[in-house]
């Protein structure tokens, strides 16, 4: 029986990974594609290096990720550890606030932003980032969220108080290392999502990385294919560092700051 | 390694309310510099309240917290300069044991090298030097109550807070670990706060054990007095077992138990002549004859119960069928076999009378 069933799951598994990784290699194919169509090279992938703004784009968005990234965690850390420390009566209304984002149309932001936000904001494409930290908040509160309940936050902040650390302190030696797999995960939210943001970006008329593919794929299918793929392997590297990351910076760290 | 900070505490007339229940009501308790006081009582009393107060942890409480003179009661709990040590398991578990107890120092700012000869210097104290090392999760319970200790002696604390350290240990750990704090405290010197639920541990730790009940300090005494001379029935009644027996008052200070004459001691019970009460002695003051089954104090042996060096046993009265307890050496209890006529003779000469 037990045997049988193992069988089945491999059948699945195989199924769902060709579903998959077909079109993958369907893609990369299609990419590596030379322009008399039987040969293969990275013409395409060269085509998208040399176009007019790959570099500047991408290093808006990279810094627009960067900085959503830091004012998530300047903003949730403090926020929901105050929640779990005894803030309780509040959660249901932090909750409901970071679950609008998702019901709420980007274009009602867009527009928001336009009457809203003061001029000297809307001259510089890094207004974007305060946006992008809205609509991140229902992914990286739930991150964090569980991250908080998973640890007894209450003892090891009192603990770290009566050591004589302040609240500063207290969350940058104790509460953060502690969840650093959470805080990973919401870091990991809130730079993917600003990577990847395009509405609110086109309806703003800011230049980033995704509104650049938008327009360069227009005229050339399988440059914009080449792209995709380098996106996809870009993401997964991404996945890869944040996975690694806490086990090699973790140990370094507290090596660096040991007693 | 004495601290130069002995420092004297004075808890005035505090007072602490959650809703509606009352966890502190007028609370006062002195500490002598070095002295080690440990709070008694029930779950709920308010023991660990008033340590959490001291410690800054609990605010919004009335009264005062007087340390060396000063009233600290507005400085927060980081500026306090207290040591604690939580009944939870509270090693910060990203941090190696070494780096734990050097945590204090490190957010004081002191010098790598300082802290790093300080912490293991702390860790050789509670015996854990080789450890400095591993990560709290690699630690048994006991051994992270003992870094939790040397984090909490790292900062040299103006007082030393221990909310029920023992309680998540098993009982050979607890045993061994609360003889450790006792010699490292007076080693250390440092004036203790000590919050526990059990007796046995309050009374072979303290200089003197503040019995605590419903938000109130009983009684706080050395642990001898609080035994011997309990200062009210409910202190009494809570510390050690009692025997309640049928009294006759006689007068103000004097009872009558198995037509036997005692001293009444000062009760909060106002003792009305003529009526009869209930006298409280201990186990050990009592013992048995074997009798012949008349007189006011006869009893029938129901049962005995070894426990090494003394035995328990107890005894059903002829007169009104309530139940003794005796304790007295093994050696002594072999004669008296269950079901045997006995004699209950009384050594206390005063006792305490609940009305």
């Given at each position: 029986m037990k045997k049988k069933l193992n069988v089945v799951n491999y059948i699945v598994l195989l199924g769902a990974t060709a579903f998959f990784v077909f079109p993958l290699i369907a893609a990369t194919e299609f990419s590596l594609r030379a322009k008399n169509a039987t040969t293969h090279n990275f013409d395409n992938y060269i085509w998208v290096f040399k176009q007019d703004g790959f570099k500047t784009t991408l290093g808006t968005s990279f810094r627009l990720a960067i900085l959503t990234a830091v004012a998530v965690l300047i903003l949730m850390v403090p926020t929901i550890v105050y929640l779990h420390l005894g803030g309780a009566r509040w959660k249901r209304f932090i909750e409901f606030v970071c679950l609008v984002p998702l019901v709420v149309p980007v274009i009602s932001f867009a527009l928001g932003v336009q009457t809203a936000f003061p001029t000297f904001l809307q001259s510089?494409?890094?207004e974007l980032s305060f946006l992008y930290v809205v609509i991140s908040l229902p992914y990286t509160y739930r991150a964090l969220d569980v991250g908080l309940s998973s640890i007894p936050l209450l003892t090891l902040v009192e603990a770290s108080r009566a050591s004589g650390a302040s609240m500063r302190q207290t969350l940058m030696f104790v509460v953060v290392p502690t969840i650093r797999s959470a805080v990973n995960g919401a870091i990991f939210l809130a730079v993917a999502l600003s990577l990847g943001e395009f509405t609110l970006a086109v309806l703003l008329h800011w230049d980033t990385f995704p509104t650049w593919i938008a327009n360069i794929s227009q005229g050339h299918i399988l440059g914009a294919i080449s792209l995709s793929v380098l996106a996809l392997v870009g993401s997964w590297l991404l996945v890869l560092i944040v996975a690694i990351a806490p086990k090699s910076f973790g140990s370094n760290k507290t090596q660096e700051v040991a007693a | 390694m004495t601290t130069e900070n002995r420092v004297s505490v004075q808890l005035k007339g505090l007072r602490k309310v959650y809703g509606d229940a009352v966890a502190l009501e007028n609370f006062n308790l002195e500490l002598a510099p070095g002295e080690l006081v440990a709070l008694l009582g029930p779950s709920g009393c308010g023991k660990t309240t008033a340590l959490r107060i001291l410690a800054g942890l609990d605010t919004d409480h009335e009264g005062q917290i007087i340390i060396n003179g000063k009233d600290i009661a507005s400085i927060p709990a980081n500026k306090r300069n207290m040591g604690m040590v939580f009944q939870?398991?509270?090693?910060?578990?990203?941090?190696t044991v070494l780096e734990n107890v050097a945590y204090g120092l490190r957010v004081r700012r002191v010098d790598k090298e300082k802290r790093r000869v300080k912490a293991q210097e702390l860790l050789e104290l509670v015996g854990?030097?080789?450890?400095?090392?591993?990560?709290?999760?690699?630690?048994s319970g006991g051994q992270q109550q003992r870094v939790a200790l040397a984090r909490a002696l790292a900062i040299q604390p103006n007082v030393l807070l221990l909310d029920?350290?023992?309680?998540?240990?098993?009982a050979q750990v607890r045993t061994q670990l609360r003889d450790e704090i006792k010699r490292i405290q007076t080693e250390v010197g440092t004036t203790t706060l000590f919050v526990t639920h059990d007796q046995e541990e309050a009374m072979a730790i303290a200089d003197r054990v503040g019995v605590m009940r419903h938000g109130v300090l009983e009684q706080c005494a050395p642990p001898q007095e609080i035994y011997?001379?309990?200062?009210?029935v409910k202190v009494a009644k809570f510390v050690g077992a009692m025997n309640l027996l049928p009294a006759e008052i006689l007068s103000a200070n004097e009872l009558r138990v198995f037509g036997q004459k005692l001293e009444l001691r000062a009760s909060d019970a106002a003792a009305p002549t003529g009526k009869t009460g209930m006298a409280l002695i201990r186990p050990e003051q009592l013992s048995l004859k074997l009798g012949?089954?008349?007189?006011?104090a006869s009893a029938t042996v129901v049962s005995r119960t070894f426990l090494g060096p003394l035995t328990r046993i107890s005894v059903r009265m002829v007169a009104d069928s309530s139940t003794l307890f005796i304790s007295m050496p093994s050696a002594q209890a072999l004669q008296f076999v269950e079901g045997s006529s006995v004699d209950v003779q009384i050594h206390a000469t005063s006792v305490l009378l609940d009305a």
């Open positions: 510089t494409v890094y | 939870a398991y509270s090693l910060f578990p990203t941090m854990l030097g080789n450890m400095g090392n591993r990560l709290a999760h690699q630690l029920e350290p023992l309680s998540a240990l098993d011997l001379n309990p200062i009210n012949d089954g008349k007189g006011p």
